[in-house]
């Protein structure tokens, strides 16, 4: 599975971003993203199933994010609204082929590079 994110920027508290997540790989995967804050530990923020039923969010994000696919099943979005400081961090996508739960972090092997995401107040 190779995959490669995109969209990070600079934005205002308040604004949005989203950000893209190009997968390539010859076999079902699910897809998730992750953050790590300067000093922090990588945090799981959100995850898309391979079935695309239910995705499932940190508490942190809930509400402000959303993960969703294209049809072909090749690109991953995380749609950021309403962002706030402490949203600033390296966000970086990942895949998993078992069949673990989505929010089983460890099972994701397969990363892509990080795309930095920087929020001003």
């Known amino acids: 599975v190779q995959l490669q994110a995109s969209g990070g920027g600079l934005v205002q508290a308040g604004g949005s971003l989203r950000l893209s997540c190009a997968v390539r790989?010859?076999?079902?995967?699910?897809t998730a993203w992750f953050r790590q804050a300067p000093g922090k530990e990588r945090e799981l923020v959100a995850a898309?199933?391979?079935?695309?039923?239910?995705?499932w969010y940190a508490d942190s994000v809930r509400g402000r994010f959303r993960v969703s696919r294209n049809s072909a099943k090749d690109t991953v979005w995380l749609q950021m609204n309403s962002l706030k400081p402490e949203d600033t961090a390296v966000y970086y996508c990942?895949?998993?082929?078992?069949?673990?739960?989505?929010?089983?972090?460890?099972?994701?092997?397969?990363w892509g590079q990080g795309t930095q995401v920087t929020v001003s107040s």
């Open positions: 898309f199933p391979w079935r695309g039923d239910r995705p």
């Open positions: 990942a895949a998993k082929t078992d069949s673990a739960p989505i929010d089983r972090t460890s099972k994701y092997i397969h």
């Open positions: 790989s010859s076999s079902a995967y699910d």
